[in-house]
């Protein structure tokens, strides 16, 4: 060992440094995966085109960095990839596998494994097996249903919250991503390859597509449950428009239709100039008259579908002026699927306070009923302030 000129012996120093250099190595040291949900897929983007490529994405689903050297992809389909020697991905980290003609961003910041296009694809029904010394860390099933230019543009993700061995190996566990410009990566292409998953439809239990029969509500009163959205128009706010989200699945008249025909016309542009209510402003409330709009008119009958047709043609119109939530917006009001139910707990919540269903007990029992319970405006106010206080302090913590 050198001696530093001009320095006495410090033999107490060198070994602190050994030891925390000991450390350090015993700390970068990447362990094999042990067993089953050590190495997790959490990301999946399918080829479902001749020019399309495909990547998926795993997440070391541990607190050590593991080694994926002796790991190897299969596939149903009899494909299979063998990982690079020494494929280190760091703990709690995910490694992005995508074929040479992807572009994936911020490949320089994450580990990425690049493969031949002609090595391995990833086609649109799949089941995905990841082997390490020949046991079986974690698989996935998943099965596009057809090529929509819905499923060509968005992910597939598993939301890992949390991210339990075994839990996740259906279909059922996944979900595409929500195609917002906050997960654009490249032009109409939305993931979030080696990152975490945005919100998924796994964690909207109330969500439905094209069911209609699994959301109608036993014994709505839509006549008064429109007295309620009156009531809710006339305070002006960012919410107002949820009374007919909160109905847009329900069997309507044509006279029913009519008078939300009229709402609408009257309501959309006072929309725009709402202020926001704890996490949703305008865009929101766009974004959700025009769905429902949207779902009245295409699971409505002939004679519903005249009453809303000048409705429904504005409504396809919305999604553009929207400065956010555009793309999910355009998606859920014309998308080729009917995106049905409460969608969430919070949204579930609230539909029970605003929609009159007299002889059920999950519901308002009249429009009087609204009218005790409601908020107040001071209410209202403080509600949204104590959001905002408790949004800056928990961004300030992170």
Known sequence: MH????MPPLPGLYIFVLVALAGCQDEAVAVF????GDVLFTEIMPALEPADGSWLELFNNTDKSVNLEQCVIGSSNGQEL???SSQIVAARQYLAVHSADVTLPGLSDIASFSFPVDAFQLSADETLVLKCG?????????????PTMSDRVRSWQLHLNPAEPGRYTSESHWCHILPSEK?????NRFATPGFSNSFCDSNMPFAVFDNQAAVLIEGVDLEATLKVAEAEFARKSATSELVIWGIRDQVITPAIARTISEMYFANIEMLYDTQPFMALDWNHAVWHFAWAISNLYRNGDSAVKRELQAAYEDALTRPETLDRNKYVAAEYVRGERIVMGDMHTPAHNRMRELIVAPTNPSYLSSYEEYQENGRSSLETIGLHYLYVVFAFFSESFK
């Not at 995966?33 to 089953?36: L, N, R, W, Y």
């Not at 079986?136 to 249903?145: A, C, E, I, L, R």
């Not at 997960?183 to 032009?187: D, L, M, N, P, R």
């Open 3 to 6: 001696k530093l000129r001009g």
């Open 33 to 36: 995966p042990e067993g089953p």
């Open 82 to 84: 063998s990982l690079a």
């Open 134 to 146: 020949g046991r079986t860390v974690d698989q996935v099933s998943y099965q596009v249903s057809r």
């Open 183 to 187: 997960y654009e990566f490249s032009v």
